[in-house]
């Protein structure tokens, strides 16, 4: 996937020997940080909560020691970020097919409004199978009506494989209500479980029908047969490349109401100034977010603790920013940990949208995420790679650090996963560099195991060997792109 940028990048060759670095970053270092952010006492550092509180204080102090000085829009470290959670509330349903009221034994429906109040009557409902064609389009007729969709999607178009992705586009084509099917023998307790969480949201952004929410297949089962059709015949249609939806001849009556809570997170964010006006400025990022309290209340650990995602990124700013402020730099050096990143990357498109710095002004932004999991000696991976003209100038400064290079272009499958994401959308160089992206097999591993999960703490056998190489590895990118005399970029006027 490439991005294509309205400005021009001037880029020379990068030549000559980086800069010693007085003393690198240690893993000593690092793990004072994570043991803080990954404690239990800060309860997962969930959006919203006291936890929340503990880690962008405990940020806000660390890059203050470090040098770097509060750069929010008001000019303190917090910029706010505004956030909503939806729960379950009361909700009473009715479907009917030719005027009689349909019996549904099962009970397995969660129901979700946009609005705190929802009440609708002679909703027309619509088999929309896995919701889009082979090419991504939605031929059923939805618009104004209630969609039926499989959660399970494997026909569908790469893109279009992410239950969002094709609810925002049954919502695009007009669809009132989106239920999601959930295989009761599967991904149905996941997908209830999700609904249940109040996951987190960013409203200026929010894509959402009027009424959301998921059925069970048994109550789907349920419903298909008390209205007189045939599900096994549903579902096989549903697999045609071009299937267009069928009416089931049913409506449904709702009244539903919603808990919504709004709140303020933040964004905590600090700079180096730079003495060269107008020539640009670095963006390093990563967020401070995880899930909080995640397990159920009979679990014997809880929390979700998120040591290397993300508190491992926020002990490797932290240090970058401690030495790249020891020297004075011709471009301002931007640090930004966000928030709700878990949720959707809200904190990085809230600064995207109302960034404390012009966007056209940012030469590059370089994203620290989950960057604790290989050790020394990983090759150097760069998520991003062929969508910027800077792939040569990170690779020089790789190489002069002594790392070796992953020429491929694998760890992209990952660039719609992290912040920086945001800000490529906007048409900011963004990037992610380092070690942890390059053995995708040693990264699937992390994902299939501890990530997401009360496991991803930190431990004596925690290996910060590659982070602390990777920290010594943004320190030089640091030190080269504020350098206007080394890089000259068309994005600061140069």
């Known amino acids: 996937m490439r991005f294509f940028y309205g400005l021009f990048f001037a880029a020379i060759v990068f030549s000559g020997s980086a800069p010693a670095l007085a003393k690198?970053?240690?893993e000593s270092e690092l793990r004072e940080h994570i043991a803080v952010l990954a404690s239990d006492e800060y309860e997962g550092r969930k959006p919203g909560t006291e936890g929340e509180a503990k880690t962008v204080k405990y940020i806000a102090e660390q890059w203050a020691k470090a040098g770097l000085k509060p750069a929010a829009t008001d000019g303190s470290w917090f910029d706010p970020v505004p956030l909503m959670q939806r729960g379950r509330g009361n909700a009473t349903f009715v479907f009917n097919a030719k005027g009689r009221k349909l019996r549904i034994v099962s009970d397995e429906i969660v129901l979700i409004g946009k609005n705190a109040e929802y009440i609708k009557n002679d909703l027309p409902v619509v088999f929309a199978g896995i919701g889009v064609t082979s090419n991504g389009s939605v031929e059923a007729d939805v618009k104004g009506k209630l969609a039926l969709v499989l959660f399970e999607a494997d026909t569908a178009p790469e893109k279009f494989k992410s239950p969002r992705a094709r609810r925002e586009a049954l919502i695009a084509a007009g669809a009132e209500a989106v239920l999601f099917i959930g295989d009761s023998q599967g991904n149905?307790?996941?997908?209830?479980?999700?609904?249940?969480?109040?996951?987190?949201?960013?409203?200026?952004?929010?894509?959402?029908?009027?009424?959301?929410?998921?059925?069970?297949?048994?109550?789907?089962?349920?419903?298909?047969?008390?209205?007189?059709?045939?599900?096994?015949?549903?579902?096989?249609?549903a697999k045609d490349a071009d299937y267009a939806g069928e009416p089931l001849g049913v409506d449904a009556d709702f009244a539903v109401s919603t808990d919504i809570y709004r709140f303020n997170s933040s964004n905590v964010i600090g700079k180096i100034s730079g003495r060269k006006k107008g020539s640009g400025a670095l963006l390093f990022m990563g967020h401070w977010d995880h899930l909080?309290?995640?397990?159920?209340?009979?679990?014997?650990?809880?929390?979700?603790?998120?040591?290397?995602?993300?508190?491992?990124?926020i002990a490797v700013l932290t240090e970058v920013a401690q030495r790249l402020s020891k020297n004075r730099h011709d471009r301002d050096i931007y640090f930004l940990a966000t928030t709700a990143e878990e949720s959707g990357l809200l904190g990085a498109y809230a600064f995207a949208d109302k960034p404390?710095?012009?966007?056209?002004?940012?030469?590059?932004?370089?994203?620290?995420?989950?960057?604790?999991?290989?050790?020394?000696?990983?090759?150097?991976?760069?998520?991003?790679r062929g969508t910027t003209p800077l792939d040569p100038l990170v690779e020089g400064i790789a190489k002069?650090?002594?790392?070796?290079?992953?020429?491929?272009?694998?760890?992209?499958?990952?660039?719609?996963?992290q912040d920086g994401w945001a800000l490529a959308q906007k048409g900011v160089p963004a990037l992610m560099v380092g070690g942890a992206f390059a053995d995708l097999d040693l990264m699937q591993k992390f994902l299939g195991s501890d990530y997401h999960g009360p496991g991803d703490e930190l431990t004596d056998k925690t290996d910060l060997g590659g982070a602390a190489e990777d920290a010594d590895l943004h320190i030089a990118l640091g030190r080269y792109f504020a350098d206007a005399r080394k890089y000259k970029s068309a994005k600061a006027g140069e």
């Open 24 to 26: 690198g970053v240690t």
């Open 188 to 237: 149905w307790p996941t997908l209830r479980r999700q609904l249940l969480s109040r996951p987190i949201s960013l409203e200026s952004r929010e894509k959402r029908a009027t009424l959301e929410g998921a059925i069970s297949s048994e109550f789907a089962v349920a419903l298909v047969t008390a209205a007189g059709l045939d599900w096994d015949k549903l579902r096989a249609h």
């Open 292 to 313: 909080g309290i995640c397990a159920p209340e009979d679990a014997p650990d809880r929390i979700c603790n998120g040591a290397v995602d993300n508190a491992s990124g």
């Open 356 to 384: 404390v710095i012009p966007l056209e002004q940012i030469v590059i932004s370089l994203n620290i995420d989950m960057i604790a999991v290989a050790g020394r000696g990983a090759k150097v991976a760069i998520i991003g």
């Open 400 to 417: 002069k650090a002594g790392r070796v290079i992953e020429t491929s272009t694998d760890a992209n499958d990952f660039i719609q996963r």
